[in-house]
Structures are given as structure tokens and as C-alpha cells.
């Protein structure tokens, strides 16, 4: 089964940065597409951005383009997403998540296309 964790959350002031790690357990990273997802207070769960199995294929939300980088290093079995330049908007739980089919070209897509979640990091963006 495969296992994921967020951690990297935590309070930031306007304009500050923040990296977020999505660590994979129980299979190899390399079989998946991840994809971050994010939830605010009465809102549905969005998706901010993906990175293909390969790597080779990333796509972002139109909100966080710019801003947001998302990177995978398979031999640590990690997904990174980069936060710069952050906003009270982007408060919100965030949340990884991975499928082996999802394609993630052009769109980090709907939640409902990943097959496996972790338990999410809540970012706050406040001064």
C-alpha cells in the first residue's frame, strides 16, 4: 500500500517562501505521478500542480504560476513544491497525492484521478 506524508506547512508572512516535501513509502516513487492538491476552509479541494513519473512533464495551476516550482528526486522518494512569493489566499491544507496513469499534461487535474493521499500540511500565509 502505498503510504504518503506531507510535511514543510507551517505560518509564513506575505511575500515569504515556503517548500513543502511529499515522501512516498511502501513502492518505488517512479511508477507515479504526483500531484498537489490544496484545500481551504469551505472550499473544494483544488489542484495547484503535478509532475509526471518521469519528470519530464509539469503543470500549474494559473494561480500559483511563477510562483509555485515542483521538482521529484526518485532516489529519496520525495516530491518538492516550492513556494515563493506567497499570499493570504494561498492559506489552505495542502495536500500530495499519486497515480500511476494520471498523464499530468497540461492540468495537475481533479482529486479525483489519484488513487493515493496523504494526510496534508496546512499552510497559513499571515501577518
Known amino acids: 500500500q502505498l503510504q504518503l506524508v506531507e510535511s514543510g506547512g507551517g505560518l509564513v508572512q506575505p511575500g515569504g517562501s515556503l517548500r513543502l516535501s511529499c515522501v512516498v513509502s511502501g513502492s518505488t516513487l517512479d511508477y507515479y505521478a504526483i500531484g498537489w492538491f490544496r484545500q481551504a476552509p469551505g472550499k473544494e479541494r483544488g489542484g495547484v500542480s503535478c509532475?509526471?513519473?518521469?519528470?519530464?512533464?509539469?503543470s500549474f495551476a494559473k494561480f500559483v504560476k511563477g510562483r509555485f516550482t515542483i521538482s521529484r528526486d526518485n532516489a529519496k522518494n520525495a516530491v518538492y513544491l516550492q513556494m515563493n512569493s506567497l499570499k493570504p489566499e494561498d492559506t489552505a491544507v495542502y495536500y500530495c497525492?499519486?497515480?500511476?496513469?494520471?498523464?499530468?499534461?497540461?492540468?495537475?487535474?481533479?482529486?479525483?484521478?489519484?488513487?493515493?493521499w496523504g494526510q496534508g500540511t496546512q499552510v497559513t500565509v499571515s501577518s
Open positions: 497525492a499519486a497515480d500511476p496513469r494520471y498523464p499530468c499534461d497540461g492540468s495537475p487535474g481533479g482529486a479525483h484521478e489519484y488513487d493515493y
Open positions: 509532475i509526471s513519473s518521469s519528470g519530464g512533464s509539469t
